[in-house]
């Protein structure tokens, strides 16, 4: 699998502001929302249906991902990622089926881990001064957003305990993708 290099995806600050938007527009719903990190401890996740991809199944080895889940009711959940190319937003089902497949392809250094953190949580805790955005040099890769880094009262910067998947460590819980699917995906019966 090729690693392809594609920085300031900020899919972290987009998934904060899916959250702020709940807040504001739907504040009964928040603690239905979760942020989710995806990585593993070698930073390759390969996810397909991404728009970075360039081959047909437009597969990418993303260092961490994040995404939005929306879970209506125990057996209804939408997962919003503005990186795929799938329906904005898709019921978990598909997107797993879709976007993760199976790590029954996949070497061990491949497998993809999840740090799930419910809405409010995220939104009180979280913290990136964008460091990872930027060369050694100190200047941006791409241009920051056009907001202020977001701040915690207790933090200016935790994206590393976000992305590591210690499960004794961090926010949140950490899933594998099998443990991941049995959370959010309860199939109709």
């Not at 993303?62 to 889940?69: A, E, K, P, Q, S």
């Not at 990186?83 to 019921?91: I, K, Q, R, V």
């Amino acid at each position: 699998m090729e690693r392809l290099a594609i920085f300031s995806r900020e899919t972290e600050e987009n998934v904060y502001k899916l959250c702020q938007d709940v807040v504001a527009r739907h504040y009964n719903e928040i603690h239905k929302c979760y942020a989710v990190f995806v990585s593993n401890p070698k930073r390759t996740v390969p996810l397909w249906r991404q728009r970075a991809g360039k081959d047909d199944d437009k597969l990418v080895i993303w260092d961490y991902h994040v995404i939005f889940l929306y879970q209506a009711e125990p057996d209804k959940c939408l997962v919003y990622d503005l990186d795929s190319e799938l329906p904005f937003p898709t019921y978990v089902h598909k997107y797993i089926t879709e976007t993760f497949r199976t790590d029954n392809i996949l070497k061990p250094d491949y497998f993809r881990y999840f740090r799930v953190i419910p809405a409010t949580e995220f939104l009180n805790e979280f913290a990136s001064d964008r460091r990872h955005m930027k060369r050694n040099d100190g200047t941006w890769i791409k241009p920051p957003p056009n907001y202020p880094a977001i701040r915690s009262t207790t933090s200016t910067h935790n994206l590393e305990d976000y992305i590591q998947m210690d499960v004794t460590k961090g926010p949140g819980e950490v899933f594998s993708l099998t443990q991941f699917v049995q959370r959010f995906y309860k199939p109709a019966t």
